[in-house]
């Protein structure tokens, strides 16, 4: 499966944008998509997943003012970011894989497939 991020973009605090995800080729309802985050001189690091095309998952920094979702008839998963901080300026990858179980959603090497990265900035 390949997949191609977008929307990234400059915005000040207290901002918002939307990225999408589209995926490309073979995959099911139970892929499971999900979107990490690496800032300069950090870990990439989870952000939010769809597991299996079901339930969304978030981490603890963008409960609240972010939205994962996905349509599958447009193989096509979004984040809504509201309510951006500098604290979310970063590289944003999409992910999936067909494979995983609940445990390992929130750890980016247990993903097969990426995207190629869009950069959001917050300015404060």
């Known amino acids: 499966v390949q997949l191609q991020a977008s929307g990234g973009g400059l915005v000040q605090t207290g901002g918002s944008l939307r990225l999408s995800c589209v995926a490309s080729?073979?995959?099911?309802?139970?892929?499971?998509m999900g979107w990490f985050r690496q800032a300069p001189g950090k870990e990439r690091e989870f952000v939010a997943a769809?597991?299996?095309?079901?339930?969304?998952y978030y981490s603890d920094s963008v409960k609240g003012r972010f939205t994962i979702s996905r349509d599958n008839a447009k193989n096509t998963m979004y984040l809504q970011m509201n309510s951006l901080t500098p604290e979310d300026t970063a590289v944003y990858y999409c992910?999936?894989?067909?494979?995983?179980?609940?445990?390992?959603?929130?750890?980016?090497?247990?993903?097969?497939?990426w995207g190629q990265g869009t950069l959001v900035t917050v300015s404060s």
């Open positions: 769809v597991f299996r095309g079901r339930n969304p």
């Open positions: 992910a999936g894989d067909s494979r995983l179980i609940l445990s390992s959603i929130f750890t980016w090497s247990n993903y097969d497939d």
């Open positions: 080729g073979r995959s099911t309802s139970m892929y499971t």
